[in-house]
Nanobody, 122 residues
C-alpha cells in the first residue's frame, strides 16, 4: 500500500514563509507526477503546483514567483517552499501523486495525502 503524508503546515503572518513536505511510504519503484493542491473553506480544491519525474514544473498563476515545488526521488518526497504568503493562501494543502509504481509492478493512481492546514494571518 502506498501512502502520502504531509507535514509543515501551521500559522504564519502575511509576508512570511513556510515549507511543506510530503513523503511517500511503501515499496515504491517510481512516482510519475507529484504535486500540491489546496482547498480553502467553501471553495473547490485547486492546483497549486506539480513537478514531473523529469523535474518539469507547473504553477498556478496565483503562486508563480512566490512558491517553489521540488522533489527528491531518493526519498520519495516532494516539497513546497512558500514565500510572501498572503491571507488568501490560507487552505488545507494536499500532496498528490498521479501514478505510483511499486516494486511488484502494481500501479496506484491518484494518491492523495490527508492534508495539512496553512493559515496566513493578516
Amino acid at each position: 500500500q502506498v501512502q502520502l503524508v504531509e507535514s509543515g503546515g501551521g500559522l504564519v503572518q502575511a509576508g512570511g514563509s513556510l515549507r511543506l513536505s510530503c513523503a511517500a511510504s511503501g515499496d515504491i519503484f517510481v512516482i510519475n507526477i507529484l504535486g500540491w493542491y489546496r482547498q480553502a473553506p467553501g471553495k473547490e480544491r485547486e492546483l497549486v503546483a506539480t513537478v514531473g519525474n523529469s523535474n518539469i514544473t507547473n504553477y498556478a498563476n496565483s503562486v508563480k514567483g512566490r512558491f517553489i515545488i521540488s522533489r527528491d526521488d531518493a526519498k520519495n518526497a516532494v516539497y513546497l517552499q512558500m514565500a510572501s504568503l498572503k491571507p488568501e493562501d490560507t487552505a488545507d494543502y494536499y500532496c498528490y501523486a498521479d501514478e505510483v509504481f511499486d516494486l511488484r509492478g502494481q500501479k496506484y493512481v491518484e494518491v492523495w495525502g490527508q492534508g495539512t492546514l496553512v493559515t496566513v494571518s493578516s
